[in-house]
């Protein structure tokens, strides 16, 4: 009997591949819990998916976010409310697309107790020049009917706040209760370290934005969109799945401590999980609060220029479905 035989031809189909977007994001400090949803985007595809390339590196600040910005070292960052108004108002082609973090956590840290915004008169600050802390303690001392002349700058590198604070060379340093108070208290157990809270000071203002070119928003909003929406997925899953978070964090970074970068961003939970984003959804701002922004550092800084929300603020590119 002839045996026949079937050959099968697998053809070759061709693989579909797609062209991912190189972008660089600026974190507005060195690597810290706060920043674990970027790492975890990465890590989990979800920039990928979004067709992003992404690279993200640290910064010195927000102002340093914000220059870096304009001048075509990054395409996306991080940097907190008061200081984009402000370079917004003197000119910078920067705008924010999104709210990162819905409550300030930055502060001052020390190791004695400063209660109040007059108690600070004339003591040391360690704060880099583009530390957001210049811009917004101005903003608390305006408030209090304070001379912010008063205020004591220490210019200084954030790598070497502690160790200035620790030998006395500083009465207080610019720190942040989500990521400097508890590295602080780790290095330094045993003695007591003191934070005063800019939003206990009365500064009841947005955290961080995310932040880009305004013309790259303008010229593509779909890419910006697509951005928004794979960092509102990273954290959603951070806040899901903190520990695993941390561990990406340090998968990236292997000299950072995972419990530490735990503990890092626990803190930071509690400043996005906000009764606010509750109410409003993740990552959304309204007009008025945009417009509270707006006029608090408007006349902090005597500044002239009419803002509205519309020159902050672009909305609409954030997604609905996205909230803690």
């Known amino acids: 009997m002839k045996k026949t035989f079937l050959v099968v031809a697998v053809l070759a189909l061709p693989t579909l591949t797609f062209a991912q977007r190189r972008v660089d994001f600026l974190t507005n400090y060195v690597f810290l819990g706060r920043h674990a949803p970027f790492f975890v985007g990465l890590e989990k595809g979800f920039y990928e998916d979004a067709g992003f390339d992404i690279t993200i590196s640290p910064s010195s600040g927000s102002g340093f976010v914000i220059s870096a910005l304009e001048g075509g070292q990054a395409d996306y960052g991080i940097a907190e409310a008061a200081p984009v108004v402000q ?35 004339g003591k040391p600050i360690a704060a880099s020049l583009t530390d957001s802390a210049r811009v917004i303690l101005p903003i608390i001392y305006n408030l209090e009917g304070l001379d912010v002349a008063s205020i004591n700058w220490q210019a200084a590198d954030p790598s070497i706040y502690f160790p200035l604070l620790l030998q006395g060379r500083a ?24 934070f005063a809270s800019f939003a206990d000071w009365g500064y009841d203002v947005f955290g961080y934005f995310l932040v880009a070119r305004s013309d790259r928003i ?23 799945h903190p520990e695993e978070a941390a561990e990406i964090l340090v998968l990236h970074n292997p000299t950072l401590d995972e419990d530490l970068m735990l503990a890092h961003w626990q803190q930071s939970i509690v400043a996005i999980e906000t009764a606010y984003v509750k109410e409003h959804g993740y990552g959304h701002a309204t007009e008025d609060r945009l417009q509270r922004s707006i006029d608090l550092v408007k006349e902090a800084f005597g500044l002239k220029t009419p803002l509205t929300p519309d020159n902050v603020y672009t909305q609409g590119l954030m997604p609905r479905a996205e909230h803690p």
């Open 87 to 121: 370079a917004i108002a003197k000119g910078a082609k920067v705008k924010a697309f999104g709210v990162f973090m819905d409550q300030s956590t930055s502060g001052l840290a020390s190791l004695s107790p400063y209660p109040t915004p007059r108690s600070i008169a």
């Open 218 to 240: 303008t010229a593509d909003p779909e890419e910006v969109r697509a951005f928004a929406a794979a960092t509102a997925k990273a954290v959603r899953y951070s806040i899901d």
């Open 171 to 194: 009465e207080l340093v610019t720190a942040s209760i989500d990521s400097d108070v508890p590295t602080l208290r780790h290095r330094v157990r045993g003695k007591p370290v003191h």
